[in-house]
């Protein structure tokens, strides 16, 4: 029986992202311990924290191989300093770097020319490196003073968000 509407496209909401080793969840998690977080608040657990490269959204199922595939880009290794804690609007609690790694410049810019030769819309703000701590934070009250951060950053990820409150996302390839 053919209701003579068109079959649904399934599609998965994705992003390109740093994805951290245990090692740097750990020093995270040390840091996201020393805000005084509000009633409300909600944290992001330890295994959803990254650092977004390019955000993609949803997309037909179908094209996340071309996706996995035009991410393959030239990659150096590098550290990443995050040690600016920041409270932004709509309540995000965000861990931010101060200083963007030439190697990390050089990645963001050649996934956004990969993702932009398949026709994605990309995110038109200035790149800020950032890790979402918490939402609904508007009162959280950041540390004054704390060890930074340091990330050894080996590879990066391309993500899909589960819709689940947990794991709220979930690597399904990893670069190089």
């Known amino acids: 029986m053919n209701s003579g509407k068109p079959p649904a496209v399934r599609t998965q909401r994705l992003f390109l992202a740093l994805w951290p080793d245990e090692a740097t969840r750990g020093q995270l998690a040390a840091h996201a311990n020393q805000w005084i977080w509000p009633?409300?608040?909600?944290?992001?657990?330890?295994?959803?924290w990254h650092a977004t490269l390019h955000f993609i959204g949803d997309v037909a199922t179908e094209k996340a191989a071309a996706i996995a595939a035009c991410?393959?880009?030239?990659?150096?290794?590098?550290?990443?300093?995050?040690?600016?804690?920041r409270l932004?609007?709509?309540g995000?609690?965000?861990?931010?770097a101060p200083v963007v790694p030439m190697s990390l410049r050089l990645l963001h810019?050649?996934?956004?020319?990969?993702?932009?030769g398949l026709a994605l819309a990309l995110d038109p703000r200035p790149y800020v490196v950032h890790v979402t701590l918490a939402?609904?934070?508007?009162?959280?009250?950041?540390?004054?003073?704390?060890?930074?951060?340091?990330?050894?950053?080996r590879g990066f990820s391309l993500v899909v968000s589960t819709g689940l409150q947990a794991p709220r996302y979930r690597v399904i390839r990893q670069y190089p």
């Open 39 to 48: 009633p409300g608040c909600v944290r992001y657990a330890p295994a959803d």
């Open 71 to 85: 991410a393959v880009v030239p990659f150096q290794p590098f550290e990443l300093v995050l040690d600016q804690p």
């Open 88 to 90: 932004w609007d709509h």
């Open 92 to 96: 995000l609690a965000v861990l931010c």
């Open 109 to 116: 810019d050649r996934l956004g020319h990969a993702l932009d």
């Open 135 to 153: 939402r609904h934070a508007a009162a959280a009250i950041a540390p004054a003073v704390l060890a930074p951060v340091r990330w050894p950053v």
